[in-house]
């Protein structure tokens, strides 16, 4: 049988494991994993995950670890380079003959959530498969609050419950993360407070990890039994030069001071800063320069590229879009560079495999220092002739941003003490975390109701995000003049961006871009219900994904957004095809090629939800799942749905679940599954899951969920006492027999609607209130997820030849 030593050198084609590595693959997970930087952390968490889940070369040969959940979610700080940690992991599973190049082949599949249709739905279809998720910790954290930026709010519940049940998540260089780390915290608490459908835990991971800083208000009676994992003598004995890298460490010549703070005062100091950084260049090797913000990144390498036009130098910093971050991380794979300078901010520090002769760096925390030095002389090759470390200073009054004064002056004082960076003589990390906002308990649940409010706005999650500047917004280009509601194909809307079109930008550089025009998708839609691009009036809310016309500028592909960018158009990206479900009043997945009886749709559903709760292990709850898929399209069958599946020849008799034809409800936001909902509690309310059931059925399309009220434009005719979602009090459903079951014929009521008990007993929002809180909102999405999948394969099998 062969051993983990010998697997590892498999997947790492020859690298031999360090002990610690081992150690983590063959010993119960830890809380924490303390690791110096270049030691192979990436490497370690990634394949002692795999290992655990029964993977071996070539296949699953063992049964997973019962303690290692299916999904290892990876959570990075920075946004740049993101792929790279992707990439490395798919090519240690391809060595091992285990990858799957997309989920659903019963391998080990690999996907970055960055935003953009591409990762909305290709790994959540497959909750049983084996995947690593990797993203930043806005996307992946919004998502874990159930507010996921850059995607369609009505697949909010769906990942909220798979990054909650059965995942491990690995906070990758903890230091960088800001609020962020302490709302990491205020999860896990969470979830080991309330019920999960699947188990799942939390991997801390940093070279300058500190256990306190984990001690928030709920997380601190759990703080005596967290287990910290290190590296030993063996490991360093192994490291050798890693360990020993020679980095000599001085103070630059240059300094940052108030002055930088005017346009001829910053000009001066970057002419310094690139006469510095020429200066201490070796043409034999690379030198790496890292900055504190991207506007000084940028004219820094405007000044150098006018004096090395000629070289391969490079900015990397996190507003480019996906397709030149993609390009930068082909360029930086390379381990032999000579003559080359990369310009770099912060967002380097975490993900990615760099190492430099020369290091030239402006003050900065301390732990940021560290992970900094450890892009100089990573693997211990320059120690011949070893390598150097010049930091710049800046003065107190100098503009600290995006950090402290304190917080500089701290690492100053360290600095002043140290002529070697090598990782043996670096002091360790005693700085307290940062005061940020903490998610409680009350902000959880209250997050679960994904409805706007009244304003039409959502909560602003960003504050337990990013606490050194507000998570910012996405930007896309495309060739449009006027309009783009009618510029797409065949004069539709234009569609959502894929991934490789969106460029992140902070909410500094997004302010007045209203002003040169700027789009945002209305999923409420117009007067065809199918929503629509709306010109943005206002500054943006964090989060928000913009559409911006090409022919405006604002970006370069080697420098990244800058809103001063306005004479060169932009390269557009090829977008992929828009999806409609991001539209509240569409049902694109009824308009289908092949029509499908609705007897026999009600019947996949429920066939499919008793398979899928098979796959994961779902069995206390399996009666609610399947029976929720068996009526939750009960509402097809009244009569404004009836007559949109039949409003073209080529619809067959009778009530359908599918049907050929595109026509548009006579109702404005109509939605079927309120009708299913009332018509399953107008029969079964007494039953004793009647709730969680009558809950599972609305909810599978993410769009009627915890509260029941009108939209803001909706209408009914004369008389009629309540109405929401396109249901009129006074309708009614036909009867309908259909797998095993029958529905009578049922007069709809919207008492529910009321606020307090009334003639249909509790309100919509307290039975829902209930659920939430009997279930915990882990477990209630999970629920909610496993009907919505059911019922995705069920019209995905149905369409098939």
């Not at 008990?757 to 039975?767: C, F, M, N």
């Amino acid at each position: 049988m062969m051993d983990y030593q010998t697997w590892f050198r498999t997947a790492t084609a020859a690298q031999e494991p360090y002990s610690y590595q081992q150690r983590l693959a063959l010993q119960p997970w830890p809380d924490l994993l303390d690791v110096p930087t270049g030691m192979g952390k990436t490497a370690a968490v990634a394949l002692a995950w795999v290992w655990k889940r029964g993977w071996r070369d070539g296949g699953r040969a063992h049964e997973p670890d019962p303690n290692t959940p299916r999904r290892l979610v990876w959570c990075l700080p920075m946004r740049v380079l993101v792929e790279q940690t992707a990439e490395n992991i798919r090519a240690w599973l391809r060595q091992l003959g285990i990858h799957g190049e997309e989920a659903g082949q019963g391998r080990v599949s690999v996907h970055v959530l960055m935003g953009g249709e591409s990762d909305l739905k290709t790994w959540a279809e497959y909750p049983e498969e084996d995947m690593i998720l990797i993203g930043t910790q806005d996307m992946l954290l919004s998502r874990a609050l159930m507010r996921g930026y850059g995607m369609s709010r009505y697949q909010w519940p769906v990942h909220f419950a798979l990054l909650h049940n059965d995942c491990l998540w690995v906070f990758d260089e903890v230091q960088l993360m800001g609020a962020g780390l302490a709302t990491s915290a205020q999860l896990e608490a969470f979830r080991r407070r309330y019920p999960l459908a699947k188990g799942s835990r939390t991997l801390w991971v940093s070279a300058t990890v500190d256990r306190d800083w984990l001690a928030t208000v709920d997380m601190q009676a759990h703080m005596d039994s967290l287990v910290r994992h290190t590296i030993d003598e063996q490991d360093r004995e192994q490291a050798g030069e890693r360990i020993h890298a020679v980095k000599r460490v001085d103070r630059a010549d240059v300094t940052l001071t108030k002055e930088a703070n005017n346009k001829a005062g910053l000009q001066t100091y970057l002419e310094n800063l690139c006469d510095q950084v020429l200066w201490a260049h070796d043409p034999a090797s690379q030198t790496l320069v890292i900055v504190n913000r991207v506007d000084r990144a940028q004219q820094l390498f405007r000044l150098l590229r006018e004096k090395r036009g000629d070289k391969t130098d490079l900015l990397v910093h996190a507003r480019f879009r996906a397709a030149e971050r993609a390009e930068q991380a082909n360029q930086l794979r390379g381990k032999r560079v000579t003559d080359r300078i990369v310009i770099a901010t912060q967002a380097i520090e975490a993900g990615v495999d760099i190492s430099s002769k020369t290091l030239v760096t402006e003050l900065a925390p301390w732990p940021s220092l560290v992970q900094r030095f450890g892009r100089c002389n990573r693997y211990g090759e320059h120690n011949a002739d070893g390598a150097q470390i010049f930091w710049v200073d800046a003065s107190d009054d100098a503009d600290a941003s995006p950090y402290t004064a304190g917080t500089l002056a701290q690492a100053r004082s360290k600095l002043a003490e140290l002529t070697s960076a090598s990782p043996q003589d670096l002091p360790r990390t005693d700085e307290t975390r940062p005061l940020s906002a903490v998610l409680r308990r009350k902000d959880l649940l209250d997050l679960f109701n994904t409805d706007p409010d009244l304003s039409g706005f959502d909560v602003d999650v960003s504050d337990y995000i990013r606490d050194s500047g507000t998570p910012g917004v996405q930007v896309f280009w495309r060739d449009f003049k006027d309009d783009p509601n009618q510029s797409g194909p065949n004069g539709n809307p234009e569609g959502r961006p894929a991934r490789a079109e969106i460029c992140p930008i902070s909410m500094g550089q997004a302010k007045d871009i209203h002003k040169r025009g700027a789009w945002y998708w209305d999923t409420l839609g117009d007067k065809t219900h199918n929503g629509q691009w709306v010109r943005l009036d206002r500054n943006p809310r964090p989060g928000m994904t913009l559409l911006l016309r090409a022919a405006d500028g604002g970006y370069d592909e080697a420098i990244g957004f800058d809103a001063a960018l306005k004479k060169s158009p932009v390269r557009v990206v090829t977008p992929e095809v828009h999806l409609l479900e991001n539209a509240y009043g569409e049902d694109w997945r009824s308009q289908q090629v092949k029509p499908v009886a609705l007897s026999e749709h009600l019947g996949h559903v429920a066939r499919h939800a008793a398979d899928l709760c098979e796959k994961v292990g779902e069995t206390t709850y399996r009666m609610p799942v399947v029976r929720a898929g068996r009526w939750h399209d009960l509402g097809k069958a009244h009569t404004v749905f009836d007559a949109t599946m039949h409003a073209c020849d080529q619809a067959p008799a009778g009530f359908l679940a599918k049907s050929p034809c595109t026509a548009r409800h006579s109702r404005k936001f109509f939605r079927h599954e309120l009708a299913s909902m009332l018509g399953w509690l107008a029969q079964h309310d007494d039953e004793p899951d009647g709730d969680l059931i009558a809950y599972l059925i609305a909810a599978h399309h993410g769009k009627v969920r915890m509260s029941l009220r009108a939209m803001p434009t909706e209408e009914a005719d004369e008389g009629v006492k309540r109405f929401a979602r396109g249901v009129w009090e006074g309708d009614t459903l036909p009867p309908l027999d259909f797998d095993g079951e029958c529905s009578a014929e049922t007069t709809l009521k919207l008492a529910l609607m009321e606020i307090g008990a009334g003639e249909q007993g509790l309100s919509w929002t307290e039975r829902t209130l209930k659920l939430l809180d009997e279930h915990g909102p882990f477990r209630l999405a999970w629920l909610e997820t496993l009907v919505r999948l059911a019922d995705w394969r069920a019209s995905a099998e149905e369409q098939q030849p």
